[in-house]
Protein backbone atom coordinates (compact mmCIF):
# COMPACT_ATOMS: atom_id res chain seq x y z
CA UNK A 1 0.00 0.00 0.00
CA UNK A 2 0.75 3.63 -0.87
CA UNK A 3 -0.07 7.44 -0.06
CA UNK A 4 -0.40 9.39 -3.47
CA UNK A 5 0.80 12.56 -3.46
CA UNK A 6 -0.32 15.18 -6.15
CA UNK A 7 2.20 18.24 -6.38
CA UNK A 8 0.87 21.16 -8.83
CA UNK A 9 -0.39 18.67 -11.39
CA UNK A 10 -1.18 20.44 -14.64
CA UNK A 11 -3.08 19.22 -17.60
CA UNK A 12 -3.30 21.27 -20.84
CA UNK A 13 -5.36 19.16 -23.79
CA UNK A 14 -4.24 21.64 -27.03
CA UNK A 15 -4.02 25.30 -25.96
CA UNK A 16 -7.44 25.94 -24.59
CA UNK A 17 -8.03 26.28 -20.84
CA UNK A 18 -6.30 23.64 -18.92
CA UNK A 19 -8.23 20.45 -17.75
CA UNK A 20 -6.58 20.12 -14.28
CA UNK A 21 -5.05 23.48 -13.11
CA UNK A 22 -2.38 23.53 -10.82
CA UNK A 23 -3.56 20.95 -8.48
CA UNK A 24 -2.13 19.61 -5.28
CA UNK A 25 -3.98 16.79 -2.79
CA UNK A 26 -1.88 14.26 -0.13
CA UNK A 27 -3.88 11.00 -0.43
CA UNK A 28 -2.70 9.53 2.84
CA UNK A 29 -1.39 5.80 2.82
CA UNK A 30 -5.30 3.64 3.68
CA UNK A 31 -7.11 6.72 3.27
CA UNK A 32 -10.08 6.69 0.98
CA UNK A 33 -10.25 10.09 -0.59
CA UNK A 34 -13.62 11.37 -2.83
CA UNK A 35 -13.07 13.70 -6.04
CA UNK A 36 -16.26 15.49 -6.76
CA UNK A 37 -17.34 17.46 -9.07
CA UNK A 38 -19.71 18.59 -12.28
CA UNK A 39 -18.95 16.76 -15.54
CA UNK A 40 -16.39 18.20 -17.64
CA UNK A 41 -14.31 19.43 -14.05
CA UNK A 42 -11.37 17.13 -14.92
CA UNK A 43 -12.02 14.56 -12.62
CA UNK A 44 -11.26 11.43 -14.44
CA UNK A 45 -8.22 13.50 -16.26
CA UNK A 46 -6.77 13.25 -13.14
CA UNK A 47 -7.48 9.93 -11.83
CA UNK A 48 -6.13 8.96 -15.19
CA UNK A 49 -2.87 10.90 -14.47
CA UNK A 50 -2.32 8.83 -11.21
CA UNK A 51 -3.12 5.59 -13.40
CA UNK A 52 -0.50 6.66 -16.04
CA UNK A 53 -3.14 6.60 -18.40
CA UNK A 54 -2.74 10.02 -19.46
CA UNK A 55 0.24 12.23 -19.39
CA UNK A 56 1.15 15.41 -16.96
CA UNK A 57 1.59 18.41 -18.06
CA UNK A 58 3.31 19.12 -15.52
CA UNK A 59 3.92 19.08 -11.37
CA UNK A 60 4.94 15.53 -9.77
CA UNK A 61 3.16 12.53 -9.21
CA UNK A 62 4.39 10.63 -6.21
CA UNK A 63 2.93 7.05 -4.92
CA UNK A 64 4.60 5.38 -2.16
CA UNK A 65 7.20 8.00 -2.19
CA UNK A 66 8.48 7.81 -5.48
CA UNK A 67 7.97 9.72 -8.75
CA UNK A 68 5.77 7.85 -10.96
CA UNK A 69 5.22 10.73 -13.82
CA UNK A 70 7.35 8.48 -16.47
CA UNK A 71 6.23 5.14 -15.25
CA UNK A 72 3.44 2.98 -17.36
CA UNK A 73 0.11 1.85 -15.56
CA UNK A 74 1.70 -1.56 -15.56
CA UNK A 75 4.74 -0.63 -13.27
CA UNK A 76 2.34 1.74 -11.27
CA UNK A 77 0.82 -1.34 -9.65
CA UNK A 78 -2.77 0.16 -8.99
CA UNK A 79 -5.96 -0.92 -9.64
CA UNK A 80 -8.49 0.74 -11.57
CA UNK A 81 -12.35 -0.04 -11.62
CA UNK A 82 -14.23 0.87 -14.32
CA UNK A 83 -18.18 2.25 -14.63
CA UNK A 84 -18.71 -0.85 -17.71
CA UNK A 85 -17.03 -2.96 -15.52
CA UNK A 86 -14.80 -4.34 -18.52
CA UNK A 87 -15.63 -8.21 -17.33
CA UNK A 88 -14.92 -10.48 -19.64
CA UNK A 89 -18.45 -12.25 -20.79
CA UNK A 90 -16.94 -15.22 -21.89
CA UNK A 91 -15.36 -15.97 -18.78
CA UNK A 92 -16.77 -17.71 -15.56
CA UNK A 93 -16.75 -15.60 -12.20
CA UNK A 94 -13.84 -17.35 -10.79
CA UNK A 95 -11.73 -16.30 -14.54
CA UNK A 96 -12.30 -12.43 -14.30
CA UNK A 97 -10.99 -12.41 -10.56
CA UNK A 98 -8.21 -14.53 -11.78
CA UNK A 99 -6.87 -13.05 -14.79
CA UNK A 100 -4.39 -10.57 -13.60
CA UNK A 101 -2.69 -13.55 -11.43
CA UNK A 102 -3.15 -15.43 -15.06
CA UNK A 103 -1.48 -12.74 -16.87
CA UNK A 104 1.19 -12.21 -13.75
CA UNK A 105 2.22 -16.07 -14.68
CA UNK A 106 0.62 -16.92 -11.11
CA UNK A 107 0.81 -20.93 -9.97
CA UNK A 108 -2.36 -22.64 -10.52
CA UNK A 109 -1.96 -22.98 -6.40
CA UNK A 110 -1.52 -19.24 -5.82
CA UNK A 111 -4.40 -17.96 -7.97
CA UNK A 112 -6.71 -20.68 -6.69
CA UNK A 113 -5.76 -19.57 -3.04
CA UNK A 114 -5.95 -15.89 -3.67
CA UNK A 115 -9.74 -16.13 -5.90
CA UNK A 116 -11.06 -17.86 -3.04
CA UNK A 117 -9.85 -15.43 -0.57
CA UNK A 118 -11.30 -12.59 -2.71
CA UNK A 119 -14.42 -14.02 -3.34
CA UNK A 120 -15.26 -14.95 0.26
CA UNK A 121 -14.34 -11.13 1.15
CA UNK A 122 -17.04 -10.21 -1.68
CA UNK A 123 -19.30 -13.13 -1.19
CA UNK A 124 -19.18 -14.25 -4.49
CA UNK A 125 -18.23 -18.11 -3.53
CA UNK A 126 -21.45 -19.59 -4.73
CA UNK A 127 -21.27 -17.69 -7.91
CA UNK A 128 -17.57 -18.70 -9.18
CA UNK A 129 -18.80 -20.70 -12.19
CA UNK A 130 -21.17 -18.16 -13.78
CA UNK A 131 -20.31 -15.87 -16.62
CA UNK A 132 -20.83 -12.34 -16.24
CA UNK A 133 -24.26 -11.66 -18.25
CA UNK A 134 -26.30 -13.90 -15.52
CA UNK A 135 -24.66 -11.81 -12.55
CA UNK A 136 -26.54 -8.68 -11.35
CA UNK A 137 -25.22 -5.00 -11.10
CA UNK A 138 -24.03 -5.85 -8.05
CA UNK A 139 -22.40 -9.03 -7.85
CA UNK A 140 -20.65 -7.86 -11.73
CA UNK A 141 -19.14 -4.97 -9.34
CA UNK A 142 -18.05 -7.02 -6.91
CA UNK A 143 -16.46 -9.40 -9.71
CA UNK A 144 -14.59 -5.90 -10.73
CA UNK A 145 -13.70 -5.30 -7.42
CA UNK A 146 -12.81 -8.99 -7.15
CA UNK A 147 -10.13 -8.55 -10.02
CA UNK A 148 -8.66 -5.71 -8.44
CA UNK A 149 -8.33 -6.85 -4.66
CA UNK A 150 -6.39 -10.35 -6.11
CA UNK A 151 -3.64 -8.36 -7.67
CA UNK A 152 -2.37 -7.08 -3.76
CA UNK A 153 -2.22 -3.09 -5.66
CA UNK A 154 -0.74 -0.02 -3.60
CA UNK A 155 -4.08 1.36 -4.26
CA UNK A 156 -7.63 1.10 -5.77
CA UNK A 157 -8.78 3.97 -8.31
CA UNK A 158 -12.75 3.99 -8.77
CA UNK A 159 -14.10 6.14 -12.01
CA UNK A 160 -18.06 6.48 -11.13
CA UNK A 161 -18.45 3.00 -10.61
CA UNK A 162 -21.83 3.07 -9.19
CA UNK A 163 -23.73 5.66 -12.25
CA UNK A 164 -25.05 2.69 -14.00
CA UNK A 165 -27.39 0.82 -11.22
CA UNK A 166 -30.43 1.80 -9.57
CA UNK A 167 -30.79 4.01 -6.81
CA UNK A 168 -31.71 0.89 -4.26
CA UNK A 169 -28.43 -0.76 -6.10
CA UNK A 170 -26.34 2.09 -5.31
CA UNK A 171 -27.14 2.62 -1.87
CA UNK A 172 -26.37 -1.05 -1.16
CA UNK A 173 -22.58 -0.70 -3.06
CA UNK A 174 -21.82 2.21 -1.12
CA UNK A 175 -22.01 0.51 2.06
CA UNK A 176 -20.52 -2.45 0.72
CA UNK A 177 -17.66 -0.08 -0.92
CA UNK A 178 -17.16 1.81 2.28
CA UNK A 179 -17.02 -1.57 4.46
CA UNK A 180 -14.80 -3.57 2.20
CA UNK A 181 -11.78 -0.32 1.63
CA UNK A 182 -11.89 0.02 5.74
CA UNK A 183 -11.84 -3.62 5.50
CA UNK A 184 -8.65 -4.11 3.31
CA UNK A 185 -7.34 -0.40 4.47
CA UNK A 186 -6.49 0.45 1.18
CA UNK A 187 -5.89 3.87 -0.42
CA UNK A 188 -8.44 4.49 -2.34
CA UNK A 189 -9.13 7.70 -4.97
CA UNK A 190 -12.89 7.37 -5.86
CA UNK A 191 -14.40 9.67 -8.60
CA UNK A 192 -17.83 11.01 -8.50
CA UNK A 193 -20.48 13.93 -9.72
CA UNK A 194 -22.85 12.35 -6.76
CA UNK A 195 -23.28 15.06 -3.87
CA UNK A 196 -24.73 11.85 -1.65
CA UNK A 197 -21.94 9.77 -2.45
CA UNK A 198 -19.09 12.29 -1.80
CA UNK A 199 -20.67 13.36 1.32
CA UNK A 200 -21.16 9.86 3.27
CA UNK A 201 -17.90 7.43 1.24
CA UNK A 202 -15.04 8.91 2.28
CA UNK A 203 -12.52 10.19 4.58
CA UNK A 204 -12.02 13.23 2.68
CA UNK A 205 -13.49 15.05 0.00
CA UNK A 206 -11.10 16.84 -2.71
CA UNK A 207 -14.15 19.38 -5.00
CA UNK A 208 -12.80 19.98 -7.99
CA UNK A 209 -14.34 23.09 -10.66
CA UNK A 210 -13.03 24.09 -13.89
CA UNK A 211 -9.77 21.75 -13.27
CA UNK A 212 -8.90 24.01 -9.89
CA UNK A 213 -9.36 22.50 -6.89
CA UNK A 214 -11.81 24.32 -4.92
CA UNK A 215 -12.13 22.33 -1.10
CA UNK A 216 -10.41 19.61 -0.02
CA UNK A 217 -11.94 18.33 3.77
CA UNK A 218 -13.87 15.65 5.84
CA UNK A 219 -17.83 15.30 4.65
CA UNK A 220 -18.14 16.67 8.30
CA UNK A 221 -15.90 19.91 7.36
CA UNK A 222 -17.56 20.39 4.33
CA UNK A 223 -21.26 20.06 5.91
CA UNK A 224 -20.30 22.36 8.78
CA UNK A 225 -18.55 24.78 5.93
CA UNK A 226 -20.52 24.33 2.49
P1 LIG B 1 -14.87 14.97 -15.69
O1 LIG B 1 -14.28 13.63 -15.47
O2 LIG B 1 -14.88 15.80 -14.46
O3 LIG B 1 -16.20 14.93 -16.35
P2 LIG B 1 -12.79 15.24 -17.68
O4 LIG B 1 -11.54 15.02 -16.92
O5 LIG B 1 -13.31 14.12 -18.48
O6 LIG B 1 -13.91 15.78 -16.68
O7 LIG B 1 -12.60 16.48 -18.64
C1 LIG B 1 -12.03 17.73 -18.21
C2 LIG B 1 -11.92 18.68 -19.42
O8 LIG B 1 -10.93 18.18 -20.30
C3 LIG B 1 -13.19 18.81 -20.21
O9 LIG B 1 -13.27 20.15 -20.66
C4 LIG B 1 -12.99 17.86 -21.35
O10 LIG B 1 -13.69 18.29 -22.49
C5 LIG B 1 -11.48 17.95 -21.58
N1 LIG B 1 -10.93 16.69 -22.13
C6 LIG B 1 -10.98 15.48 -21.53
N2 LIG B 1 -10.34 14.55 -22.27
C7 LIG B 1 -9.86 15.21 -23.36
C8 LIG B 1 -9.10 14.82 -24.50
N3 LIG B 1 -8.68 13.55 -24.66
N4 LIG B 1 -8.78 15.76 -25.42
C9 LIG B 1 -9.18 17.04 -25.25
N5 LIG B 1 -9.89 17.47 -24.20
C10 LIG B 1 -10.24 16.59 -23.27
P1 LIG C 1 -13.98 -10.70 -26.92
O1 LIG C 1 -12.85 -10.98 -27.86
O2 LIG C 1 -14.88 -11.88 -26.69
O3 LIG C 1 -14.69 -9.40 -27.19
P2 LIG C 1 -12.14 -9.61 -25.02
O4 LIG C 1 -11.28 -10.46 -24.19
O5 LIG C 1 -11.50 -8.89 -26.16
O6 LIG C 1 -13.33 -10.52 -25.49
O7 LIG C 1 -12.85 -8.50 -24.14
C1 LIG C 1 -13.98 -8.78 -23.36
C2 LIG C 1 -14.23 -7.63 -22.41
O8 LIG C 1 -13.12 -7.49 -21.52
C3 LIG C 1 -14.39 -6.32 -23.12
O9 LIG C 1 -15.50 -5.65 -22.54
C4 LIG C 1 -13.12 -5.55 -22.84
O10 LIG C 1 -13.38 -4.17 -22.63
C5 LIG C 1 -12.62 -6.16 -21.56
N1 LIG C 1 -11.16 -6.21 -21.54
C6 LIG C 1 -10.33 -6.36 -22.61
N2 LIG C 1 -9.05 -6.37 -22.23
C7 LIG C 1 -9.05 -6.24 -20.88
C8 LIG C 1 -8.03 -6.19 -19.88
N3 LIG C 1 -6.75 -6.27 -20.17
N4 LIG C 1 -8.39 -6.05 -18.59
C9 LIG C 1 -9.70 -5.96 -18.27
N5 LIG C 1 -10.71 -6.01 -19.16
C10 LIG C 1 -10.40 -6.12 -20.45
Same mark, same amino acid.
Not at 133 to 157: C, K, P, T, Y
Given at each position: MA???M???VKQYGDGFPAVNDVSIDVEDGEFLILVGPSGCGKSTLLRMIVGLED???? #???IGGKKVNDLAPRDRNLSMVFQNYALYPHLTVYENIAFPLRLAGKSDSEIDEKVREASKTLELDEHLDRKPGNLSGGQRQRVAMGRAIVRDAEAFLFDEPLS?? #?AKLRGQMRTEI????KRLGIT???VTHDQTEAMTLGDRVAV???GVLQQHATPRELYENP
Amino acid at each position: MAGIEMKNIVKQYGDGFPAVNDVSIDVEDGEFLILVGPSGCGKSTLLRMIVGLEDITDG #DMIIGGKKVNDLAPRDRNLSMVFQNYALYPHLTVYENIAFPLRLAGKSDSEIDEKVREASKTLELDEHLDRKPGNLSGGQRQRVAMGRAIVRDAEAFLFDEPLSNL #DAKLRGQMRTEISRLQKRLGITTVYVTHDQTEAMTLGDRVAVLKRGVLQQHATPRELYENP
